[in-house]
């Protein structure tokens, strides 16, 4: 039937669209066999291929612009946490113990930027898979690395240059030998995979972690209550789901165009979006809080490379693209993986005494306002 069509148009690697093979299947209506799916979209969306080369190159183009926006945006919300506009923020609005950044222009233009960065990434990963995209959020380093000693004057050690770097390899080998299949995501697939008990074990261990760390930072008595850390591990953590989220309803959103199958009529794809707009904007906030906190140049890196490495593992856990890896995939993957871990220790750790590792390769401005 339809894959039958699919083979003797020349296979999934070329031209035919799914729409074709759908055309030239013509199943019977309402037919059911031994349990399999009585739709053939679903059939077809059974069988995984690979991603065409045009939209391959499509969703990494998307992706890279989009976290280019993104690392600027949070560059210029960081800003505006300076000393002196948040005291004029405060005495504007009188609440001499709150400060208010959301009002300021500068934090609402950033905003705007970073909103705009993930639109992009949200058309990138409507037909990528999350694995490979989500290594590409390493590119928010660089741009952090480039802009923010002009911005905050934050110096840049070759240290950091290493330990980026390091991390860099093991993003651009994961998406080496990430998998590079396409499925059409259905909300029946969206059922399919919340099924998934591997998932359900991973987000039941995520939600018994954040409820942790929520618990500790109620009950201490440090003062702040939380730490650069603690805030961007919430951050990372709401990045997760939020991107999961986000590739669901964009999925979703390109079965019903692409395809011509409507998959939003139902209330299922509503559900995810109310949750991804949730974890966004709860990422946002914990993560302009870490920003005011900690130098931008230490946080940025520790966010992308956790919220990396989440993303590689929900994604290819929900999204069944670990299944694309043999035995030596996996080895090969996993290699890229624990670069990124390495990489995440270096950024963390204190500076050794060592003067070439502590010499600055881009040096901070002078009279540049310091964050709070």
Same mark, same amino acid.
């Given at each position: 039937?339809?894959?039958?069509?699919?083979?003797?148009?020349?296979?999934?690697?070329?031209?035919?669209?799914?729409?074709?093979?759908?055309?030239?299947?013509?199943?019977?209506?309402?037919?059911?066999?031994?349990?399999?799916?009585?739709?053939?979209?679903?059939?077809?969306?059974?069988?995984?291929?690979?991603?065409?080369?045009?939209?391959?190159?499509?969703?990494?183009?998307?992706?890279?612009?989009?976290?280019?926006?993104?690392?600027?945006?949070?560059?210029?919300?960081?800003?505006?946490?300076?000393?002196?506009?948040?005291?004029?923020?405060?005495?504007?609005?009188?609440?001499?113990?709150?400060?208010?950044?959301?009002?300021?222009?500068?934090?609402?233009?950033?905003?705007?930027?970073?909103?705009?960065?993930?639109?992009? !990434?949200?058309?990138?990963?409507?037909?990528?898979?999350?694995?490979?995209?989500? !290594?590409?959020?390493? &590119?928010?380093?660089?741009?952090?690395?480039?802009?923010?000693?002009?911005?905050?004057?934050?110096?840049?050690?070759?240290?950091?240059?290493?330990?980026?770097?390091?991390?860099?390899?093991?993003?651009?080998?994961?998406?080496?030998?990430?998998?590079?299949?396409?499925?059409?995501?259905?909300?029946?697939?969206?059922?399919?995979?919340?099924?998934?008990?591997?998932?359900?074990?991973?987000?039941?261990?995520?939600?018994?972690?954040?409820?942790?760390?929520?618990?500790?930072?109620?009950?201490?008595?440090?003062?702040?209550?939380?730490?650069?850390?603690?805030?961007?591990?919430?951050?990372?953590?709401?990045?997760?789901?939020?991107?999961?989220?986000?590739?669901?309803?964009?999925?979703?959103?390109?079965?019903?165009?692409?395809?011509?199958?409507?998959?939003?009529?139902? &209330?299922?794809?509503?559900?995810?979006?109310?949750?991804?707009?949730?974890?966004?904007?709860?990422?946002?906030?914990?993560?302009?809080?870490?920003?005011?906190?900690?130098?931008?140049?230490?946080?940025?890196?520790?966010?992308?490379?956790?919220?990396?490495?989440?993303?590689?593992?929900?994604?290819?856990?929900?999204?069944?693209?670990?299944?694309?890896?043999?035995? &030596?995939?996996?080895?090969?993957?996993?290699?890229?993986?624990?670069?990124?871990?390495?990489?995440?220790?270096?950024?963390?750790?204190?500076?050794?005494?060592?003067?070439?590792?502590?010499?600055?390769?881009?040096?901070?401005?002078?009279?540049?306002?310091?964050?709070?």
């Amino acid at each position: 039937m339809v894959f039958q069509a699919i083979i003797a148009n020349g296979g999934f690697g070329s031209h035919l669209t799914l729409r074709t093979a759908l055309q030239h299947a013509q199943p019977p209506l309402g037919s059911h066999s031994g349990g399999m799916p009585s739709s053939a979209l679903e059939v077809a969306a059974a069988a995984p291929h690979n991603l065409p080369f045009v939209w391959h190159v499509a969703s990494i183009t998307s992706v890279l612009f989009g976290n280019t926006l993104i690392a600027l945006g949070l560059l210029l919300q960081k800003r505006s946490h300076s000393r002196a506009t948040s005291c004029q923020r405060k005495i504007h609005c009188g609440l001499i113990s709150v400060d208010a950044y959301f009002l300021s222009l500068e934090w609402m233009g950033g905003l705007a930027t970073f909103l705009c960065g993930h639109a992009f !990434c949200w058309l990138g990963l409507a037909v990528g898979a999350q694995m490979v995209l989500s !290594c590409l959020n390493c &590119w928010c380093i660089v741009v952090t690395l480039l802009c923010a000693p002009f911005m905050f004057g934050e110096a840049v050690t070759v240290y950091k240059v290493m330990a980026v770097a390091l991390l860099i390899l093991g993003c651009v080998w994961v998406t080496l030998h990430g998998p590079q299949r396409y499925r059409v995501f259905t909300v029946e697939r969206l059922h399919l995979y919340l099924e998934n008990k591997a998932f359900v074990c991973v987000a039941g261990l995520s939600l018994l972690g954040a409820c942790a760390l929520g618990a500790s930072v109620a009950t201490t008595d440090r003062r702040p209550r939380c730490s650069v850390f603690q805030l961007v591990l919430g951050a990372a953590m709401c990045a997760w789901y939020s991107v999961l989220c986000a590739k669901c309803v964009s999925g979703l959103h390109f079965t019903s165009w692409h395809h011509g199958q409507d998959q939003l009529s139902v &209330w299922q794809p509503w559900a995810v979006l109310v949750v991804f707009v949730a974890a966004a904007a709860s990422n946002l906030h914990l993560l302009n809080l870490a920003l005011a906190a900690g130098e931008a140049v230490t946080v940025m890196p520790v966010y992308e490379a956790l919220s990396l490495i989440g993303q590689i593992v929900l994604g290819g856990i929900f999204f069944q693209e670990f299944d694309a890896l043999d035995f &030596w995939g996996h080895a090969q993957f996993w290699f890229g993986v624990s670069c990124v871990v390495g990489g995440i220790v270096m950024v963390t750790q204190g500076e050794p005494e060592i003067a070439v590792l502590r010499k600055h390769v881009l040096k901070p401005k002078v009279d540049v306002p310091m964050p709070i």
